[in-house]
């Protein structure tokens, strides 16, 4: 089956260090996105890639970083200078115009400062 | 920009209800509209969607009609099960302004109760 994968479910980070969440497709999808989703609130875009090698931010980029090296991954590193990470982490892809853009998440991953 | 608003919730039903979950968009373009829901821990996945005005949209007994005129996009359903209790995103793609990004409604989050 197609789909999207995100790894790990839970993380817990100590203050000052950097995180990789992992996220993967299988779909053939051109686009990939990162979003953040608070308790109680909609989603925030962080990053978004059209192509390998190539991303812009988001609306919310400070204190993460991204790379497209492959078509079918999109990891989102939150470094230490995001000042407050503890969030829920939703990866998406799309087929870009085709189907009016309709995303297709990811399972998401739950991340906690400790 | 483009924007869409939801219906505040949280919105609470006795099973078999008739539900109306409000949506409407701002727009400059042509976009198309989508309804997502997200259950308790899980990523969002697509209910329905809806490419051009007049469009319905259907899925699962839920259904939402793109209204240019009103702007709208207000989902239904006729009678609401305990299953459908999670939270239901608005949202739109509109790929003549704002070609790389899914616009998200806040949510309403639905809880049905027996």
């Known amino acids: 089956d197609g789909g999207i994968t995100q790894s790990p479910k839970y993380l817990f980070r100590k203050e000052g260090q950097n995180v990789t969440l992992s996220c993967e497709q299988n779909?053939?999808?051109?686009?990939m996105y990162w979003y953040r989703q608070d308790p109680g609130q909609g989603l925030r875009l962080i990053y978004y890639?059209?192509?390998?090698?190539?991303?812009q931010k988001g609306d919310i980029a400070e204190g993460y970083s991204v790379s497209r090296e492959k078509k079918e991954s999109f990891p989102l590193t939150v470094t230490s200078a995001q000042k407050n990470p503890t969030a829920f982490y939703l990866c998406?892809?799309?087929?870009?115009?085709?189907?009016?853009?309709?995303?297709?998440f990811g399972p998401g991953t739950r991340l906690t400062v400790l | 920009g483009d924007s869409v608003t939801q219906m505040e919730g949280p919105v609470t039903l006795s099973e078999e209800a008739f539900l109306t979950i409000n949506c409407t968009y701002t727009?400059?373009?042509?976009?198309?509209l989508f309804w997502y829901v997200q259950y308790p821990g899980e990523g969002l996945q697509l209910l329905l969607k809806?490419?051009?005005?007049?469009d319905k949209g259907s899925n699962k007994g839920f259904e939402a009609t793109y209204r240019k005129e009103t702007t709208s996009f207000h989902l239904e359903k006729g009678s609401v099960q305990v299953s459908d209790s999670a939270v239901y995103f608005c949202?739109?793609?509109?790929?003549?302004?704002?070609?790389?990004?899914?616009?998200f409604g806040p949510g309403t989050s639905l809880s049905v109760i027996p």
């Open positions: 890639s059209q192509i390998v090698n190539d991303f």
């Open positions: 779909l053939n999808h051109d686009a």
């Open positions: 949202a739109l793609s509109d790929l003549k302004t704002s070609y790389d990004k899914v616009i």
């Open positions: 809806a490419t051009k005005a007049d």
């Open positions: 998406a892809s799309s087929r870009d115009r085709e189907g009016g853009n309709e995303q297709f």
């Open positions: 727009a400059t373009g042509y976009p198309s």
